[in-house]
């Protein structure tokens, strides 16, 4: 840690922050240059506060160098990971698409809606049954009855489920019902208990960013889940909110690179969410696969006016054959292969 | 809800709208301007989803046009709704603030902030058991140990409690523990599981906006806690995260008075974590109170550079003391009373 | 323009409205919901202004249904707009690329640099004579000696240029030195006065997305030049500001099929200024010709990090090539040609 | 400057930095941490581009510890500048209201807005002759003759004048026209050519926040001026862009603690354009003087329903009276005076 003291520190207050450090364990060393005095902590600095450090007098700011996070680093860890869903790989070379509907609703709808993930050459369905509306007066979910109708539905397809889980509560019959990948909510990026939950099992899970989540921010939760022993984490950006109300969301395609770079966990992004509107799906998902993202969470409903939540933004089972297209042509220029 | 048809919108398309909208229930009125047709739909407007009708073909936007809380609106309870906290009223023309640690460190520290809260005249104590931390590897709070050390240190000062519940799984022992006000964190405005527990008593709740929330998704969080019953609800502005990066939030106090005008609960302000530095607490304080606010819930620590979690953001005792002398000033000019 | 009125609105209030809408040559239209009355607005929408009707008592809000620009505006101009640069097209089927230095430095660096730009097949050149520079005591750019070297160059690779307008006061030389393209920087996309300037000249306008513009502003920016009479506008998305401070800005992609939507102008992306850092420009290039952008505007230095500006987000030469060859094969995929 | 250095750092790539460090005539210290090696530039640092360095193979980062601002920051001026405006002294204990219309309309409003000025008490006039505006539709205020109007009323009141340049072309008859107090606007903070002017005259000038600014760019524009010679530099905080809709901008309280802790100059806030709406400006007017602002620039309008632009956020004679007296009682509690 960096601690840059200000033109009005004393030698007292720069003995004070030395002794500070010391007590932490850590080790000082001031260097004085032509405007400012800096003094430089060595040692574990993840045992130091730097809001410990500018609450002390003559301190102007402390400045850490080290990164926050640790398993989830690229730094320590240089290789791709690759995560295996019931067969089908994630990460590395390996991009997947998971689609389906925004939420569960009939027997008919989840069957028909299989059958067009599975037409479209997608190896993975989502849905949700459990739903995080803004209203209470909105339609909630269609709960433990509707994870058990997706179940049947894409067993009787052979389709992995993803799903989201918002309660810790609800995690034991996640379990019994075997969902296959635990989704962690925008909402939910931040709930620390859940995060922990999750943690202690073995499930892979995408933790979607936050509505205005920093990249650190969104690593520190993964690190929350690495931290308890699931290494088996899948970033999912799903736009970000900013001054802009045209659309719901600004999908923020320069964190996949970033989060390329920052770690060896696989990277998705849900052009669904990011955009609010169908029309918008198809450049949003292409443009994710171009930067070089390894996958996609998209909505695509068997007939999407019919929708009982966000109808304006699914796609129709044909758009998602067309961009399954052009998706494959992207990933071949990149040198990846795609729903293997 | 008003429906505009774009350039391309057909009769059938027309049709088509009015036929969704008698579908739910209301009635549909088409009125053709000089360069957009435009369709009212009359009748209760909560039925109708802005996204069902723009996913249909020849729609350009669906407006509602009335707001979609209603048991918090001010506009069907005009009058100022004060709520009693054991004996001390907030709301209408009483001011309360709350003051005291960030986090439950030790007896003698509880004990010590106990009597530095009540000789500056405050009525009301502040303390966290649980932190939501960024990083799983920061001090995460004393738990139910702390809410019981915090529990006694106020018992003995005579004065009720706020803390916060993170954990749908502690609801029960804080009931046993007899928390007087319960705080909902920013990071769970949106755990709607957690809002619908605290929706089924009648404790006193503090909810905080979250980092990102609109004026219109807060007041949405709070009716899902009034359509479960409790209608005792604090809002708590605590800054917003903008591009600006020298404070930690922008402490939004536009927000007092248009929130004044939308809802009938009382609005306090935290300038603790909006500006996160002990030296700015005096003025965005000031600015609160002057704005409008009922209260605010402001850090104190009997010696801010030894606590364990934000240790640069709390004010000292003398500094509580000197500004609620400013606030009681300020409450007065404006016809209202402090902290009695 | 739909007016709704509050609660509290009574007869009078509503008579008001109806009168100040007829003042303004519009024809009023009330109608009476279960909750609210409404009142339409039938005329030219763009004689009355929001503002002007939300003053008046018992108005709660007045919505435009029109949108504010037209020239620019898809809607009256459904076929895409193909601008012609010398001869290069950009808009419709053509991608055009635009590269070059952040700012023309010595005769040696440009001579490099048009080299460079030409033998990765690009077409056109880009390069700051005067930079708009964050401190008074940066580099503020090479000025008219600078522009007259960039013109040298690029007229012995036989490039035309592509440069920046940052004072009224300096048109003149610009026409004088045949400026093949201005620049408006995102500083400048509300200089009204620079905006009208350049609408009495034809030569094609690159307008940059204002750091924090909404879409609508962008637009309506672009109406300011095309109203003077000059159509010939390229839009150019740079990077949004928002919370997030790993990069620079936030690269929107989602403002392309946006804009293309709106309007029939052709819309570029800058991913260099939008990530700032040479290292995420690949990824960003890709997404946004993946995401339907009709070119590029890329920073390219023969030595990048001996640059006298922003060092640190100039691809070399070889990347060029490198990009050049990916941005071709995507261009394919989306039956579009690249600099041709 | 702290250079940081990655994992992958060798020996020649620290070496490489100390060589560019030493070009610059700055001298670099070396030092080994636990897991970082740190590199100390010392000297000027305003000589070195962190840009420059980041673009180096092996840096990860490189930091700033200097501020950039020298003529306006309080480090190098600790005393309070006070400002005279014909008499009327800002900064320091005393704080100045500039009231007055949006536009200048006619000569009868001019004389009216004149005398409702004074009545109040209030000692400076406000008025726009010049109206930037979203729309090139929109009425762009009366210009010169505008100017002309605004002085002749002012004069037969004996009140200083305050309006906005927005074309360096017109200073010359700003400056015949004898402007007291000349406004940079909003969307001029970062116009560089412009400020450079303003920084050779020595008329005070009011420098209005970038609609999306940071602190310190809002201080390097105003270390442009300073630059130039003109130290009479008035900051006015008017609102920043969030992704609240509720609302026009988010009036930043914050950044008045924060802007009277970095420079030395008067800082006044504009409660009319940041909120919108005349019914929220008294409540931000006695946030912003209770948060330590030095002044006001609020909008009146002898109608307001009659304005000519944004109509909705004008308070009217008797609303300003009323402001002025709560304003005062709430400087006494400060100990400081108002308009004298």
Redesign the interface.
């Known amino acids: 840690m960096?601690i840059?003291m200000n033109?009005l520190a004393t030698e007292e207050h720069i003995d004070n922050v030395l002794k500070k450090i010391k007590e932490k364990g850590l080790q000082g060393?001031v260097?004085k240059?032509?405007?400012?005095t800096?003094i430089?902590a060595?040692?574990?600095?993840?045992l130091l506060?730097p809001?410990?450090l500018?609450?002390?007098p003559g301190v102007e700011q402390a400045?850490r160098?080290?990164k926050?996070y640790k398993i989830v680093a690229r730094?320590w860890h240089p290789k791709d990971s690759v995560i295996d869903i019931k067969g089908h790989l994630i990460g590395g070379d390996h991009i997947q698409i998971i689609s389906g509907p925004c939420s569960v609703e009939t027997p008919d709808q989840m069957e028909k809606s299989a059958n067009a993930v599975k037409a479209a050459g997608v190896k993975l369905m989502r849905g949700g049954a459990f739903k995080?509306?803004?209203?209470?007066?909105?339609f909630q979910g269609s709960g433990f009855d509707g994870l058990d109708m997706f179940r049947q539905a894409a067993d009787k397809a052979g389709l992995p489920i993803v799903t989201e889980l918002?309660?810790?509560?609800h995690l034991d019959i996640f379990l019994e019902q075997k969902v296959d990948v635990i989704q962690i909510g925008t909402?939910?990026m931040?709930?620390?208990?859940l995060l922990?939950e999750v943690g202690k099992i073995n499930i892979p899970i995408i933790l979607k960013r936050g509505?205005?989540a920093?990249?650190?921010?969104w690593l520190?939760a993964a690190?929350?889940i690495a931290?308890g022993g699931n290494h088996n984490i899948i970033f999912c950006e799903r736009?970000?909110?900013?001054?802009?109300?045209?659309?719901r969301n600004?999908?923020?395609?320069?964190a996949?690179?970033?989060l390329k770079?920052e770690t060896h966990l696989p990277v998705i992004i849900d052009p669904s969410h990011?955009?609010g509107?169908?029309?918008?799906v198809a450049?949003?998902s292409?443009?994710?696969?171009?930067?070089?993202a390894d996958g996609l969470l998209v909505e695509m409903h068997p007939s999407?006016?019919d929708?009982w939540?966000?109808?304006?933004?699914a796609i129709n089972p044909e758009e998602l054959k067309k961009l399954m297209k052009?998706l494959t042509?992207?990933a071949k220029?990149?040198g990846r292969s795609i729903s293997e």
Chains 1, 2, 3, 4 share one sequence.
């Open positions: 960096i840059v033109n060393t260097s240059g032509t405007e400012k800096v430089g060595v040692g574990d600095e993840r506060d809001e410990l500018e609450s002390l400045l160098i080290v926050p730094e995080p509306r803004t209203s209470p007066y909105s918002l309660d810790v509560r909402r939910s931040q709930n620390f208990e922990k509505m205005s920093t990249i650190s921010e520190m690190e929350y931290s736009g970000i909110r900013t001054f802009e109300t045209y659309y600004v999908l923020d395609v320069t996949i690179p970033v770079k990011a955009g509107k169908a029309w918008m450049a949003l292409r443009a994710g696969i171009a930067a070089g999407p006016c929708a939540c966000d109808a304006d933004q052009e042509a992207i220029i990149l």
